[in-house]
């Protein structure tokens, strides 16, 4: 059982950069998997990036690949996601989630998610 909060985001312009959060409550997070989702207007959800529960694996969408990072700090119970170089197609409502069955890029593999945070980019 987890319970998800997501914070950081924010009115930036392109180029610039964004570091969210994802916060935890509740038993065993550090045996969570974590993915960051975004939907933006008129789109369906689309996965960004997830790491495995230990830190050692990390996975990303083409779009996003060598602009974001993804880092947990478990004692912390907190997931990251650093945005760097950031493009108005970037603009999106961003959501953590997390799941124990090892699937990463989709999001019926998961199990509970966050309420999400908006992240808009102007050009």
């Known amino acids: 059982q987890v319970q998800l909060v997501e914070s950081g985001g924010g009115l930036v312009q392109a180029g610039g950069s964004l570091r969210l959060s994802c916060a935890a409550s509740?038993?065993?997070?550090?045996?969570?998997?974590v993915g960051w989702f975004r939907q933006a207007p008129g789109k369906e959800r689309e996965f960004v990036a997830a790491?495995?529960?230990?830190?050692?694996?990390?996975y990303y969408t083409d779009s996003v690949k060598g602009r974001f990072t993804i880092s947990r700090d478990n004692a912390k119970n907190t997931v990251y996601l650093q945005m760097n170089s950031l493009k108005p197609e970037d603009t999106a409502v961003y959501y953590c989630?997390?799941?124990?069955?090892?699937?990463?890029?989709?999001?019926?593999?998961?199990?509970?998610w966050g309420q999400g945070t908006q992240v808009t980019v102007s050009s």
């Open positions: 509740g038993r065993s997070f550090s045996s969570y998997a």
């Open positions: 790491i495995n529960w230990s830190g050692t694996s990390t």
């Open positions: 989630a997390a799941g124990s069955r090892g699937i990463y890029t989709y999001g019926y593999a998961y199990d509970y």
